[in-house]
């Protein structure tokens, strides 16, 4: 588990943990020294801290993956890195095209097993649609690495589908002049959907991680999204903002479609779809669901009157066989709020950061 104090000296490991700290750390230390650097012509600048950026019209996003161990069930390091990489360019509403595959490799990893790793990126680019087109190969001394690490960069192009989602947007909303799915998005009144259930994946790595045997069937739920994705901005359209919930969880996604879009957040705790085992193994460890990671997942803020549209889309597909409509968008309060199964209301902060540790 994540120890729960930062150090004001050294690193941590809850400066990678995804919830305030992390948050507080990338505004304190990266984006002082890189947040005024200027994109020439248009485009989501980093210090929008969006899943992605965009520089013209393509969108640009690196992302490293430290997951341990790197077998874990229903996955791997390999299936992770593409699926991470592929999901953040997606909701920004672009369509994945290439990436980059940078390998630092551990001394002593079986080659037996760096040959099941690419096979899964091979696996998990085919699956997208992507291809692996640039790279690099590091090797480091043994230390605690656990293997290896894998960062993948890509690359995301515009789309028809996009077009299409934002002019039905502007159907509804004749102000909107946004170009892309940014979590500054949200207005009053829209409605919130998760495609899935939550916290599989980080339960899935924690059972892992220290040999627990949860019961239940627990799979970590990492896939590539981005089909699914340019398929409802298309055939569905009305998106406004998407976030993949990863570490920290809905929790910190919430809370982070909150402070950017400046808006409140209602949240029904009986519509958040939650596996019978996971639910389980967050009791039995104290664990809040909400702030499990995700890796297979996506929140999406949507006009209100695309939201049963897009809810019938994404239950039609094997994705989204468990999507809900969770919530509202409000200016009747600021931050997330949700309404309790026994009908009481729960301030959901932004998590300290999730509590397990290297989930991604
Ligand atoms: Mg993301």
């Not at 920290?248 to 705790?269: H, P, Q, R, T």
């Not at 809040?288 to 995700?294: H, T, Y």
Request: charged share 25%.
């Amino acid at each position: 588990m994540v120890e729960l104090t930062p150090s004001e000296e050294y690193i941590t490991m809850l400066y990678g943990a995804g919830g305030s700290v992390m948050h507080d750390f990338i505004k304190k230390y990266i984006l002082k020294f890189f947040g005024d650097l200027e994109i020439q012509g248009l485009g989501i600048p980093l210090k929008a801290l969006d899943d992605a950026a965009a520089v013209g019209d393509i969108v640009f996003k690196s992302d490293s993956h430290v997951v341990k161990p790197i077998f874990f069930p229903g996955g791997d390091i390999g299936r992770l890195a593409v699926s991470g990489t592929v999901n953040d360019i997606s909701v920004m509403g672009a369509q994945p095209t290439a990436l980059a595959c940078g390998l630092i490799l551990e001394e002593g990893l079986p080659l037996r097993d760096l040959q099941r790793i690419l096979a899964s990126i091979r696996e998990t680019c085919l699956e997208a649609g992507v291809a692996i087109v640039t790279g690099d190969t590091k090797v480091v001394e043994k230390s605690g690495l656990g293997g290896c690490l894998v960062n993948t960069s890509g690359i995301g192009v515009r789309t028809e589908s996009l077009e299409k989602n934002i002019s039905v947007v502007r159907r509804y909303r004749p102000d909107f002049r946004e170009r892309w799915i940014l979590d500054s998005n949200l207005r009053p009144g829209d409605k919130i959907i998760i495609s899935g259930t939550i916290g599989d994946h980080g339960i899935a790595v924690l059972s892992a991680q220290e040999g627990l045997d949860f019961g239940g069937d627990i799979k970590s739920d990492v896939k590539p999204l981005n089909k699914i994705i340019q398929r409802m901005l298309g055939e569905v359209g009305g998106v406004v903002s998407m976030k993949d919930p990863t570490r920290g969880g809905l929790a910190d996604a919430l809370n982070e479609f909150s402070e950017k879009s400046n808006v409140g957040i209602i949240i029904y705790e009986d519509k958040i779809p939650i596996k019978e085992p996971v639910r389980a193994a967050c009791e039995m460890l104290g664990l809040d669901p909400l702030e499990i990671g995700n890796e297979g997942k996506v929140v999406i803020g949507v006009v209100k009157e695309k939201a049963e549209e897009a809810l019938e889309f994404l239950r039609s597909t094997n994705e989204g066989r468990d999507a809900e409509i969770i919530g509202v968008v409000t200016d009747k309060l600021s931050g997330v709020a949700m309404e309790t199964i026994i009908g009481g209301k729960r301030i959901i902060p932004r998590p300290i950061g999730d509590p397990i540790p290297r989930i991604c």
